[in-house]
């Protein structure tokens, strides 16, 4: 398989992602598309890992921080979600806009 | 290499991100052991872990510049410099912060070891030489000021921070990291040193390494409030606690910065010519943005946040310039603001008891006769933000214009003088207010305590001191103006 059709995956799913994030109101949905954004990268990483083929695999190891680092990233996120959720009873970020000028 | 060699671990090189890392780990296991100690002796024990941090970055002055750890943390004079003003701001913020989180009754024990963390990623992040560890550091301190935008749980602004700070902090870190994957893909290496010798080789495909630029540039806008990538600023900094807001807009800033400094100069430096236009336009949008933005507003907080973003602007100004002028410049712009706009907060911090703070302008009026040394001190703050002789924010922004100015940017100089001009305005506007309308209503007493007077005093000093005697400072940032690949 060549890295062409690799990388228009990662970039296909990276821009899905940002669909998400942009046109999603819902806060669980957009920390989903910033979950695809993220594995997006790691498609891009390990792909031009395997094409560099270097002995010490910083592509693969750099994906696995990242998935680590994503899963810190949704646990703070979640929580923050259920802490505006159980104030206002909605997680729709058009409706948490309390701070405007 | 084989890839069972055990790597050095250079101890001494990161002494200072472990004191912190390993000060906030202690502060957790006393909580979990004693949630009912008192808080002072965590805010004695984050004052230690900054001491011994302190202590060792000036260990590690003594020693020769260069990379540790396979290549991934940078010893440098820029890492060094930077690694003073997180620290001094972590000191400061943990003084403004005991009795201002105390009488708004958000005074939770978890405050402390974030502090802690969010400095060690900050550290990491100015001394990081590979892209794996720029991210990591990133996240660290990200992270941790997620939560510490929520502190103040049940106030409904604090938790709409922390969800928008969250949002849009991952959202832009994930595009960082696209910009990293494309970076490695084009120069098969995440090592900044190794970077610029594959660039400079010039054997990269330009395509994909202007492509990671642009992202890189974009994730490095979000973390240190650039037009426009600049959305979340005044929404987080408004909704944050006081002290939260003051320690990101100081903190955040210094850290991004100068790994900002650190990508662009070390790895990308061979394609300045492709960089400094887009650095260039997005420095001459931040500058006239923030501060023809901070005119309208009229909350003390949202007017900082609008100014913070104004002021990622001139810094950005010293980096378009490059150089060993303009990095000096940068470096002592970022420490003249991280004094000034701590005290500024600071100020805010104090200005009235109970846990309230007097938010909307209205409340300022007449404050000058009632509280003149209160009033001195946020003038003072004020008169260095917008630039006014004899202060550090005028030296800082003298700095980096005529480094602008010798690198023939004159243009970008013209615009950035123009923006202060229009930013003095609604730094007057609050002075003026002060000192010059007759007081409303009750007179209302201080919230001040022993140690965020402290903090004020030296802010004050600090700021005065820079913008007098500035030369010393200027010589230390000239010299730290260093890195090494």
Redesign the interface.
């Known amino acids: 398989m060549s890295l062409a059709w690799v990388?228009t995956l990662?970039a296909l799913l990276?821009s899905l992602?940002i669909y998400g994030?942009l046109a999603r109101r819902n806060?669980v949905l957009?920390?989903m598309g910033?979950e695809l954004?993220?594995n997006?990268?790691n498609v891009?990483?390990i792909?031009?890992?395997a094409?560099?083929r270097?002995?010490?695999?910083?592509?693969q190891?750099?994906a696995l921080?990242?998935i680590t680092?994503a899963a810190?990233?949704v646990g703070?996120?979640l929580a923050?979600?259920l802490?505006?959720f159980r104030?206002?009873e909605t997680i729709n970020?058009d409706e948490?806009?309390?701070?405007?000028? | 290499?084989p890839?069972t060699q055990t790597p050095e671990v250079a101890w001494r090189a990161i002494a200072p991100a472990l004191a912190l890392a390993g000060g906030g780990v202690i502060a957790l296991l006393v909580i979990a052991a004693r949630p009912k100690i008192h808080r002072a002796a965590l805010a004695a024990l984050s004052l230690a872990a900054i001491g011994a941090a302190s202590w060792s970055t000036f260990d590690l002055c003594a020693l020769r510049y260069r990379v540790v750890m396979q290549g991934s943390v940078a010893v440098d004079g820029v890492s060094l410099f930077a690694n003073l003003i997180l620290l001094v701001t972590a000191a400061m913020t943990v003084l403004l912060s005991y009795h201002y989180l105390e009488r708004r009754r958000i005074h939770r024990a978890e405050y402390y070891p974030l502090l802690l963390f969010a400095t060690c990623g900050m550290v990491l992040l100015a001394a990081a030489n590979d892209l794996?560890l720029v991210?990591?550091a990133i996240?660290v301190l990200s992270?941790a000021l997620?939560?510490l935008a929520?502190m103040a749980?049940?106030d409904?602004?604090s938790?709409?921070?922390?969800?928008?700070y969250?949002?849009l902090g991952?959202?832009s870190?994930?595009?960082f990291?696209?910009g990293?994957?494309?970076s490695?893909?084009a120069t098969?290496?995440?090592n900044l040193g190794r970077t610029a010798v594959k660039v400079a080789s010039g054997g990269v495909d330009a395509r994909l390494t202007s492509a990671a630029m642009a992202l890189l540039a974009i994730g490095f806008g979000f973390k240190v409030s650039v037009v426009p990538f600049h959305m979340w600023t005044?929404?987080v900094y408004?909704?944050a606690p006081t002290s939260v807001t003051g320690f990101m807009a100081a903190g955040t800033k210094a850290a991004g910065f100068a790994a900002l400094l650190r990508v662009f100069l070390v790895s990308f430096g061979a394609l300045q010519w492709s960089w400094r236009p887009v650095l260039w336009g997005l420095a001459a949008a931040t500058m006239v943005v923030g501060s023809i933005l901070a005119i309208?507003?009229s909350?003390v907080k949202?007017m900082l946040a609008y100014s913070s973003i104004a002021h990622a602007g001139f810094v950005l100004v010293g980096v378009v310039a490059g150089g060993r002028e303009g990095l000096s410049a940068s470096l002592f712009y970022l420490l003249a603001y991280a004094v000034m706009v701590l005290g500024a907060f600071g100020a805010v911090i104090v200005s009235a008891p109970d846990g309230r703070e007097r938010l909307s302008f209205g409340e300022w009026a007449g404050l000058g006769q009632r509280h003149p040394v209160f009033a001195g001190a946020m003038t003072l703050f004020l008169l260095s933000l917008a630039g006014i002789p004899p202060t550090a924010g005028f030296m800082g922004k003298f700095f980096v214009f005529s480094a602008a100015v010798q690198a023939g940017e004159t243009p970008l100089v013209v615009v950035g003088v123009l923006a202060s001009v229009v930013a003095a305005f609604f730094y007057l506007r609050l002075i003026v207010l002060m000192w010059l309308t007759e007081p409303a209503g009750e007179a209302q007493e201080l919230g001040a305590s022993p140690a965020p007077a402290l903090a004020l005093a030296l802010a004050a000093a600090a700021t005065l001191a820079f913008g007098v005697y500035p030369q010393a400072i200027m010589d230390l940032a000239r010299a730290a103006s260093v890195f090494t690949g």
Request: aromatic share 12%; hydrophobic share 60%.
């Open positions: 990388l990662g990276f992602g994030v806060a957009v920390l910033i954004m993220l997006a990268v891009n990483l792909a031009f890992d094409w560099i270097q002995g010490n695999a910083t592509g190891i750099f921080f990242i680092v810190a990233e703070v996120g923050i979600v802490l505006v104030r206002r970020v948490v806009n309390l701070l405007k000028w | 290499m890839i794996i991210f990591l996240e992270l997620y939560v929520g749980r049940r409904a602004g938790q709409e921070a922390a969800l928008k969250l949002l991952a959202f870190t994930a595009i990291l696209y990293i994957a494309l490695f893909g098969g290496t995440t005044p929404d408004q909704g309208a507003q909350d949202r």
